[in-house]
């Protein structure tokens, strides 16, 4: 069983940065990760995943290639989504995710963290 945190949400203005972490309660090493948002109103959509072992690239929401980063500390058991240039239309609920590798979905989620983008 594992039990996914997250943390780092909050306010910030259009073209500012967040950092968002998830902790992990398990050892997520044989898990692969990601990144999900939830906006008012709309479906619960992809933003980033990675791999549990290094090697493979990254995966990212069209939205989100060349504005957010995402990253993995194995021996934290720590996942993290760097958001920079961060626009109106990122405003929504964040989810850290876990999947076992070789599973075709998520088995596990974290009750997630608002980031609310002003202008």
């Known amino acids: 069983q594992v039990q996914l945190v997250e943390s780092g949400g909050g306010l910030v203005q259009a073209g500012g940065s967040l950092r968002l972490s998830c902790a992990a309660s398990?050892?997520?090493?044989?898990?692969?990760m990601g990144w999900f948002r939830q906006a008012p109103g709309k479906e619960r959509e992809f933003v980033a995943s990675?791999?549990?072992?290094?090697?493979?690239?990254?995966t990212y929401a069209e939205s989100a290639k060349g504005r957010f980063t995402i990253s993995r500390d194995n021996a934290k058991n720590s996942l993290y989504l760097q958001m920079n240039n961060l626009k109106l239309e990122d405003t929504a609920v964040y989810y850290c995710?876990?999947?076992?590798?070789?599973?075709?979905?998520?088995?596990?989620w974290g009750q997630g963290t608002q980031v609310t983008v002003s202008s």
């Open positions: 995710a876990a999947k076992r590798i070789g599973s075709a979905q998520y088995e596990y």
């Open positions: 398990g050892r997520t090493f044989m898990y692969a």
């Open positions: 990675i791999a549990a072992w290094g090697g493979i690239s990254p």
